[in-house]
């Protein structure tokens, strides 16, 4: 089988669905164009910033995207097969997670641009308000250090190519780090040279392709340098990310976050577009390279993840529903959004096009014999070759292909880091109290700290065998994202059912998903903390922190289920559901 009779239907229902079904939710959410958004009435170019869409989109795009549409696919469809990774990526992305990103937009935008979880306290109570920031910071912390580790990893060792090519993570980390230089530039050239967003576009975006191109001539080898395995070289620049994580996450939005955002932004339609245009071009130059020949499915229980359901919902988390996308929409975005009528495209539309990067990552696994080594390599690698395969057919050398892959990858996770780690700080802000320049660096300095615990301790599996610290995390990373989306689309519910108890369309629309999102990924933490707990000789208290993790969040998510019932309840009196409150954010 074609592996574009799979995608190019794919992308078509995924434009429909964009045409259809967001503008009913635009239609339902009663979006206007007229009214006032926070980032206009609050505007001090710092935090509150509007900003044309076509640079929002962008930068919320690169910030939601990550490396969770590229590893978790990839997962998934080498465990249970192509065909059920595919269904839930289609499915979850149209009426699971795109509604959950639009909705948690539009949640914040009408509450002034605060957070979900200050939506929450005023639509329930304040223990609730203090349950929904305890699971986040949790949530954010193994979020950097899964998406630390892996981004690390690149920047070490070699991978030898088919045609005897290798790609050095030097390299990689290089382009990397000169990466990191281009956007503060064009921050202060548009800030103060007055340049034009089309002209920086133009300028920005190929010296990021030299910078991918110049990377892997002049590699900083940091193992070779400092006289230490890759091992411990893996560590250290996981150390280094978070001392990066610290300082951005204090910089200004102008200076960093913005421009890379959208560089990233356009970095992700570049490989989405090279992707297709190699894979037209190898379907019709070179029989069979673009075929599908992966088990489309491989059988309900597997043996790296465990049953198909709930876990294909958990180990699939960003390309079909993510709750760390509300954290971007309510923490970042709203601040910027220009008129209220810009949430359908970057709301919902940036879910169909971060579903389109998770099929494309997909594919990379569908068009690989069940019994190929690559199978076994990191989800970045196979990635990274899959699109080296898909980019050679265009002339572009295989070597460059798989270097722009694991470049783009690093690009993802850049922006999640640094969002995170802001976000870690508004809450360590809000529950303590800290404040001023002082409160903001120790509450960022807490939430760039924490995951330093993880990664530098060493982690092991059941058969004692050392794995990375994101293959240790990941699972519980997924599992928490998954019930932190399930959260996030409580919290709407209550605050549109006590706005407007009449309308019939909350339950399916939100109500659903809520509880499809709260059952799975439930019933998938469970599955991973309880054997944990237990031995062939009974009961045990593990000494590994990720089952006590999983407790700890189930119990927040199971008392945060209790308020929401408690409102739905006994309702207060209803608050006004349209258009920004008046009185600028404290936190």
């Known amino acids: 089988m074609s592996l574009l009779a799979i995608l190019v239907p794919c992308a078509v229902v995924l434009a429909v669905a964009y045409r259809v079904y967001g503008s009913i939710l635009a239609r339902l959410f009663r979006l206007d164009a007229g009214a006032t958004t926070?980032?206009?009435?609050?505007?001090?170019?710092?935090?509150?910033?509007?900003?044309?869409?076509?640079?929002?989109?962008?930068?919320?795009?690169?910030?939601?995207?990550?490396?969770?549409?590229?590893?978790?696919?990839?997962f998934a469809g080498v465990a249970f097969g192509w065909l059920p990774a595919l269904l839930w990526i289609m499915l979850g992305s149209i009426f699971v997670g795109g509604v959950h990103d639009f909705s948690s937009l539009v949640a914040s935008v009408r509450h002034g641009a605060r957070s979900i979880a200050e939506v929450v306290r005023e639509h329930m109570t304040r223990r609730s308000y203090v349950l929904f920031l305890a699971f986040v910071w949790i949530a954010l912390v193994y979020i950097v250090v899964a998406f630390t580790d892996i981004v690390a990893s690149t920047f070490v060792g070699r991978q030898v190519l088919e045609n005897g090519e290798s790609v050095s993570g030097g390299g990689i980390a290089t382009s990397s780090l000169l990466y990191l230089a281009l956007p503060m530039i064009m921050g202060l050239s548009m800030r103060f040279l007055r340049m034009p967003l089309w002209l920086a576009t133009a300028v920005f975006v190929p010296l990021v392709g030299v910078a991918i191109w110049g990377g892997q001539k002049i590699p900083f080898e940091l193992g070779a340098t400092l006289g230490i395995t890759d091992a411990s070289s893996q560590k250290l620049w996981g150390v280094l990310l978070l001392c990066y994580c610290l300082v951005a996450a204090m910089l200004p939005m102008w200076l960093l976050l913005q421009p890379r955002g959208h560089l990233g932004g356009c970095f992700l339609y570049v490989a989405l577009a090279g992707a297709a245009i190699g894979l037209v071009a190898s379907d019709r130059l070179v029989a069979g390279d673009a075929s599908v020949v992966y088990p489309a499915f491989l059988g309900w229980q597997s043996k790296t993840q465990g049953s198909l359901v709930p876990m294909l919902f958990i180990t699939i988390a960003c390309g079909a529903c993510s709750g760390f996308h509300s954290l971007i929409a309510s923490g970042t975005t709203s601040k910027q959004l220009r008129r209220e009528t810009d949430a359908k495209p970057i709301g919902y539309g940036t879910m169909l096009l971060e579903a389109m990067v998770a099929i494309v990552s997909l594919a990379c696994v569908m068009t690989l014999p069940a019994d190929s080594p690559v199978v076994s390599q990191p989800p970045n690698f196979v990635y990274a070759l899959g699109?080296?395969?898909?980019?050679?057919?265009?002339?572009?050398?295989?070597?460059?292909?798989?270097?722009?892959?694991?470049?783009?990858?690093?690009?993802?996770?850049?922006?999640?880091?640094?969002?995170?780690?802001?976000?870690?700080r508004y809450i360590i802000q809000e529950l303590t109290g800290l404040t001023g320049r002082a409160g903001a660096w120790l509450g960022t300095a807490i939430t760039a700290g924490a995951p330093l615990v993880f990664l530098l301790r060493p982690h092991v599996a059941g058969d004692g065998k050392p794995v990375p610290a994101w293959r240790m995390f990941w699972g519980l990373f997924g599992a928490s994202n998954q019930l932190l989306a399930a959260l996030t689309l409580l919290g709407v519910l209550v605050w549109l059912v006590r706005t407007r108890k009449s309308a019939a369309w909350i339950w399916p629309v939100v109500g659903l998903p809520t509880a499809v999102m709260y059952v799975m990924s439930t019933w998938a933490l469970l599955s991973m903390t309880w054997p944990r707990f237990m031995t062939a000789s009974g009961f045990t208290l593990p000494i590994d922190p990720v089952p006590w993790a999983g407790i700890v969040l189930l119990a927040l998510a199971a008392m945060m289920l209790v308020e929401a019932i408690r409102a739905l309840q006994f309702p207060q009196s209803p608050r006004p559901s349209a258009g920004p409150i008046v009185g600028r954010p404290t936190a």
């Open 38 to 74: 926070p980032a206009v009435a609050f505007r001090d170019d710092v935090d509150y910033s509007p900003i044309p869409p076509q640079l929002l989109l962008g930068q919320h795009f690169s910030a939601i995207a990550a490396a969770g549409p590229i590893v978790g696919p990839i």
């Open 387 to 424: 699109m080296g395969r898909f980019l050679e057919i265009l002339g572009i050398p295989a070597a460059v292909g798989v270097s722009f892959a694991l470049m783009a990858f690093t690009t993802f996770v850049y922006d999640t880091l640094d969002v995170c780690t802001r976000l870690g």
